[in-house]
């Protein structure tokens, strides 16, 4: 079936609560993204409340593929953002990117260091010294940073989501005055950026061709997304942009570059350690996590993709790093009004890396093309699982650590 992708943008128009996994009755917490899964509720809502019957079986019915809602992250130019990898590293006393306004001391990555790095460990090579990142500003500490990053005409930019926190007390229905020890915090996140810049929530749904016709007529019906509408929260405008976006490069790009700069590092340590060089049908691609995802091995949870996920032959491929992280994860179910069951994910930045022997870029690019396309893991049409192969924020960093 042919994917067709529709870029998705959303503006605010009153404050939102996008509820989390951690419920509690006197703290509402909101995630600072807005989940494929909400955007995917809130237009299935849209149809049913217009009886668009027709529309919804060709979105949702049982023999409809269903289309894929990736989730949708805060961006300050309309341009697509990502989720900062979980091998992001920053300045402890200067964090954040040094294109920004102030004194940021820049953001690097240490995944191919580090992996290079303890592969030697592993083969008990003789090391003259060790791999400690700095800040290569001022030589402190480095600590990793979280949020989202954009890359605008090369340059990179952090953006992470206002969210005001308001306590209220409840009132006490009978005596209409404050009610004995119920206070409750709510979260929301804002209209706007500290700077007073319109937040903008930026992602992608993909479908089939006739869906895409569907969904191009229908998101923007969507007013209301996530929780305490009846409050006046989550009004939202949403737009299907016509331009496509290209601030990554080509797939074959990223795993080419992927790969000369492990072997650059690796040069590193033939130089100062003898080490043999790595053979010409090795290569190394890594793949990040950009959403969640409920990851499984023979139907059991697992903390890592299977290799056989992977589609190239297990023989060739093997795991080689993780940097990765667990979380719980639950949900609402709109269309049956139930809590989902909660259940392990693999956070979103986690990032593995892999070494292949044997197998050309050509075959890499036909079978991880298929994986960046069609996602890992289940739950993909609710925005699980969505990757992202050899990312240019591992090789091509704002500061080199
Ligand atoms: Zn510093």
């Known amino acids: 079936m042919t994917k067709k992708r529709l870029e998705i943008e959303i503006t605010l128009q009153s404050s939102l609560m996008i509820g989390t996994d951690g419920e509690s009755r006197f703290y509402n917490q909101t995630r600072d993204y807005i989940p494929g899964a909400a955007l995917r509720g809130a237009l299935a809502e849209t149809l049913l409340s217009a009886k668009a019957g027709d529309n919804f079986e060709a979105l949702f019915g049982e023999s409809a593929t269903e289309p894929i809602f990736d989730n949708l992250y805060p961006s300050r130019s309309g341009s697509q953002t990502y989720p900062l990898p979980l091998s992001a590293r920053t300045c402890k006393y200067y964090p954040g990117f040094q294109s920004q306004e102030g004194e940021h001391h820049g ?20 090391l003259p010294c060790l791999y400690t990142p700095l800040c290569p500003e001022c030589h402190s500490d480095v600590k990793r940073l979280g949020g989202y990053y954009e890359v605008v005409a090369g340059q990179y930019g952090r953006m992470t989501t ?18 004995e020890r119920l206070l409750y915090t709510l979260e ?12 903008l929530f930026r992602g992608a749904v993909l479908c089939s061709d006739d ?14 997304i996530g929780g305490g509408r009846s409050r006046g929260l989550g009004n939202v405008k949403v737009q299907v942009l016509s331009e ?49 995802a409920f990851l499984t091995h023979h139907g059991l949870p697992a903390t890592r993709p299977a ?29 049956g009004r139930l809590p989902r ?37 289940e739950e993909r049409a609710r925005g699980f699982g969505q990757v992202l192969i050899s990312s240019p924020i591992h090789y091509q960093a704002e500061v080199t650590l």
Do not use: C
């Open 211 to 224: 869906q895409g016709a569907v969904l191009e007529h229908w998101l923007p019906k969507v007013k209301g």
């Open 162 to 179: 206002p969210v005001r926190r308001i306590s209220r007390t409840a009132i006490d229905r009978w005596r209409q005055t404050a009610a």
């Open 107 to 126: 953001v690097g990555d240490i995944l191919i260091r580090q992996a290079v790095f303890e592969a030697m460990l592993d083969e008990r090579v003789n």
């Open 307 to 335: 290799l056989a996920d992977l589609g190239l032959p297990l023989e060739s491929v093997q795991l080689w790093r993780a940097i990765s992280q667990q979380s719980m994860i639950g949900g609402w179910h709109m269309g």
């Open 244 to 292: 496509t976006d290209g601030s990554l490069p080509g797939l074959r790009e990223r795993l080419e570059e992927f790969d000369a700069a492990v072997r650059t590092e690796w040069r590193f340590y033939q130089r100062v350690a003898g080490v043999e060089p790595l053979a010409a049908d090795v290569r190394f691609f890594s793949l990040d996590l950009l959403a969640p």
């Open 188 to 199: 929301t996140v804002e209209t706007h950026t500290k700077d007073r810049m319109p937040l």
């Open 341 to 377: 069951r909660t259940a392990l994910a693999t956070a979103m930045g986690s990032v593995f890396m892999y070494r292949t022997e044997g197998l050309s870029f050509g075959d890499l690019q036909a079978e991880l093309q298929k994986l960046e396309n069609q996602r890992l893991g």
